[in-house]
Antibody, heavy 127, light 107 residues
Framework: EVQLVESGGDLVEPGGSLTLSCAGSGFTFSHAYMTWVRQAPGKGLEWVGR??????????DYGEPVKGRFTISRDDSKNTLYLHMNSLKTEDTAAYYC??????????????????WGKGTTVTVSS | DIQMTQSPSSLSASVGDRVTITCRASQSISTYLNWYQQKPGKAPKLLMY???SLQSGVPSRFSGSGSGTDFTLTITSVQPEDFATYYCQQSYSFPRTFGQGAKLEIK
């Protein structure tokens, strides 16, 4: 069974830093594209960013609100995804979910979708 | 960025009703459209990808259609476990974007 377990959520002051982790199991983590999605209290879903597998370059993409402040990385030897968050703002308060991205179709025409989600970890930015 | 707009934002239905939720993209996204269901306090769950492909294990009363800018999610006979919030999401370009959600409540 594919499983994702996030950890590391905490209360942090504005301007502070925090790193979230996501441990994956039940699939070949090193081949997987992974994503972080967040949800502020009572609000909708917001895509944070994505990392490709190292075999396909390991490149990252980010949403505008976090660009330059958040960094996604991975340690395939530990089957773990990370979200390094710096210069935190009160508006970063949210539940953070990691997801396993699946794809379907042909190489030049893949459809990507967030297939499996972790249960989430909560980050609160407040003084 | 591509803006995704869902309508209605909330709707109420009775068990057995047919329900349709609409998602509109601010530019053409072909069929690069996914649907998710989220229940209170839980993580979202994938329902549909590529606009009309049903994820494994999802009941066949769910269906999706559309291409270009206009998409629909239909539940043919709403069941008690379907009362939740539904989100569309485009996978055409980065950054990925979600609709604001459509909350389905019991009438």
């Amino acid at each position: 069974e594919v499983q994702l377990v996030e950890s590391g959520g905490d209360l942090v002051e504005p301007g502070g830093s925090l790193t979230l982790s996501c441990a994956g199991s039940g699939f070949t983590f090193s081949h997987a594209y992974m994503t972080w999605v967040r949800q502020a209290p009572g609000k909708g879903l917001e895509w944070v960013g994505r990392i490709k597998s190292k075999g396909e370059g390991g490149t990252t993409d980010y949403g505008e609100p976090v660009k330059g402040r958040f960094t996604i990385s991975r340690d395939d030897s530990k089957n773990t995804l990370y979200l390094h968050m710096n210069s935190l703002k009160t508006e970063d308060t949210a539940a953070y979910y990691c997801t396993w991205v699946s794809r379907w179709g042909r190489r030049a025409d893949y459809y990507y979708y967030m297939d499996v989600w972790g249960k989430g970890t909560t980050v609160t930015v407040s003084s | 960025d591509i803006q995704m707009t869902q309508s209605p934002s909330s709707l109420s239905a009775s068990v057995g009703d047919r329900v349709t939720i609409t998602c509109r993209a601010s530019q053409s996204i072909s069929t690069y459209l996914n649907w998710y269901q989220q229940k209170p306090g839980k993580a979202p769950k994938l329902l549909m990808y590529a606009a009309s492909s049903l994820q494994s294990g999802v009941p066949s009363r769910f269906s999706g259609s559309g291409s270009g800018t206009d998409f629909t999610l239909t539940i043919t006979s709403v069941q008690p476990e379907d009362f939740a919030t539904y989100y569309c999401q485009q996978s055409y370009s980065f950054p990925r974007t979600f609709g604001q959600g459509a909350k389905l409540e019991i009438k």
